[in-house]
């Protein structure tokens, strides 16, 4: 499987992005997706996912501001992102696990929030 990102950018405190993930390879043998970031001098973290059920979960931190949503094809993970705080600003990576138990990870996109 392989999962590229986009979207990534600069936005201003409360505004808003929207990142994507496009899954290529086995992506029938995908259980569930998700989102992390990883801020400078940080552990990587859950952000968002869901599962192929659409069983939806979210960090405290965004929830309220963050929606995960898959593509009807479900080959296309999205994340959008409103009333973004500068605590947001991380490398945001994408990630899917398969039925199996395999993991992979995706280069990741950069999401600074700044005035």
């Known amino acids: 499987v392989q999962l590229v990102e986009s979207g990534g950018g600069l936005a201003q405190p409360g505004g808003s992005l929207r990142l994507s993930c496009a899954a290529s390879?086995?992506?029938?043998?995908?259980?569930?997706m998700g989102w992390y970031r990883q801020a400078p001098g940080k552990q990587r973290e859950l952000v968002a996912d869901?599962?192929?059920?659409?069983?939806?979960d979210y960090a405290n931190s965004v929830k309220g501001r963050f929606t995960i949503s898959r593509g009807n094809a479900k080959n296309t993970l999205y994340l959008q992102m409103k009333s973004l705080e500068p605590e947001d600003t991380a490398v945001y990576y994408c990630?899917?696990?398969?039925?199996?138990?395999?993991?992979?990870w995706g280069q990741g996109t950069q999401v600074t929030v700044s005035s």
């Open positions: 990630h899917a696990t398969l039925f199996g138990g395999s993991g992979y």
């Open positions: 390879g086995s992506i029938f043998s995908i259980n569930t």
């Open positions: 869901i599962t192929s059920r659409d069983i939806m």
